[in-house]
């Protein structure tokens, strides 16, 4: 299979910083798609990486590595609004059939 | 600048009845994905179309689910005989297209149709 794991939820304080951690099977593996989820929403994009390395947009930022089959997001002065799941997707060969994780719920508490 | 839109937003339906949903994908996006999330559950990948093909239908129920793409208008999941066990979200999502991908193949999901069976 092509598990894609992920905490299932964090807490955190408002202001604060927060590290939410994916790892996935590197097989075939093509990219690396973070979203945001709302209870009752959509899935919102955040950020989609291919290259190693960390890309920055405001306050939030993801990094890949390849190599190691993981990634993360980072969530730099939470704010209360930021309280969602965080979905981190994979995506395989030459589709872009995307994978995901279970979620990680994150809570931020005043 | 439209994003995905997806209609029914809520839909309900007694057991073996028919559900239909449809989603327009983005300007300029060729390729529709169907996922359902059951409730608490992540999504789960159901079918990949591009106009008049069935790209990838791995992720589909064996029976009582189909999907098209048609040359004109919108795709449509289709559920036959529905039962409470299809109670979900069933979101659609779009892209411009897939192989290497790159940062302008962002894959956009629409708000989502919430089916519940009763």
């Known amino acids: 299979g092509q598990n894609i794991d992920q905490p299932t939820e964090m807490t955190a304080t408002e202001g604060a910083i927060v590290q939410i951690n994916c790892t996935y099977q590197t097989s075939g593996f093509n990219g690396l798609f973070w979203y945001q989820q709302h209870a009752g929403e959509a899935p919102t994009f955040l950020s989609y990486n291919v290259l190693d390395g960390l890309e920055e947009k405001g306050r939030f930022s993801s990094f890949l590595s390849r190599s190691k089959g993981y990634s993360y997001l980072l969530l730099k002065e939470l704010q209360m609004k930021d309280s969602a799941s965080y979905l981190c997707a994979a995506s395989y060969n030459a589709g872009n059939m995307l994978t995901f994780g279970g979620g990680t719920r994150l809570m931020v508490k005043p | 600048n439209a994003g995905v839109m997806q209609n029914p937003r809520h839909l309900v339906r007694r057991r073996g009845q028919e559900a239909r949903l449809r989603c327009s994908p983005m300007k300029g996006h060729s390729h529709v994905y169907w996922y359902r999330q059951l409730p608490e559950e992540g999504l789960k990948f159901m079918v990949y179309l591009q106009k008049e093909n069935i790209i990838d239908e791995s992720g589909m129920p064996k029976e009582r689910f189909s999907a098209e793409f048609p040359k004109e208008g919108p795709s449509i999941l289709r559920i036959q005989q529905v039962v409470r066990g299809d109670s979900a979200a069933y979101f659609c999502?779009?892209?411009?297209?897939?192989?290497?991908?790159?940062?302008?193949?962002?894959?956009?999901f629409g708000e989502g149709s919430w089916l519940t069976v009763v």
């Open positions: 999502a779009s892209s411009r297209s897939p192989g290497q991908s790159f940062s302008g193949n962002t894959i956009y």
